[in-house]
């Protein structure tokens, strides 16, 4: 299956999800979700794939302005296992906005984040927007999507 492909399945899927829950946001407590959107983030960064396999599904779809190319599990992994074999450390991580809005079993998370970093002694901050989907399955949040939208 073409990765077209799968992204307009995801897609539907998205919008059957929706659809069902009569598309109207329901109020929950946050907790939980953000504290594995952290945990998501953190990983890639320390380089801890197996904590990054376990919370992005293998029919992920990352999708990065300025990056032609969309990403699946497989490109997470491997980038965080170069960030961190490159000598990447995190420095700062914020997430200064956020709004969740929940459709049954599948939450949408917008932020704006703050993301400064370090690799070979050369810090590098950036910052942008990120639109995040998290799925709960067996009473546990995974994060099969997300996109970024780095400031200029």
Not at 100 to 116: D, K, L, N, T
């Amino acid at each position: 299956m073409t990765l077209q492909r799968k992204s307009i399945l995801v897609v539907a899927w998205v919008f059957m999800a929706l659809s069902a829950t009569k598309l109207t946001a329901q109020k929950r407590d946050d907790q939980q979700l953000l504290h594995v959107r952290e945990t998501v983030w953190r990983a890639w960064f320390a380089g801890d794939t197996k904590t990054v396999e376990e919370l992005v599904p293998t029919d992920t779809i990352v999708m990065s302005s300025g990056e032609a190319k969309w990403k699946n599990q497989a490109d997470v992994l491997r980038t965080c296992a170069e960030f961190h074999a490159n000598g990447g450390r995190l420095l700062r991580l914020e997430f200064p906005r956020t709004e969740v809005q929940y459709f049954g079993h599948v939450a949408i998370v917008w932020s704006s984040y703050v993301v400064e970093t370090e690799i070979g002694g050369k810090q590098s901050l950036s910052s942008g927007r990120v639109t995040e989907i998290f799925v709960l399955q067996h009473g546990r949040w995974t994060n099969p999507g997300w996109h970024t939208e780095e400031e200029k």
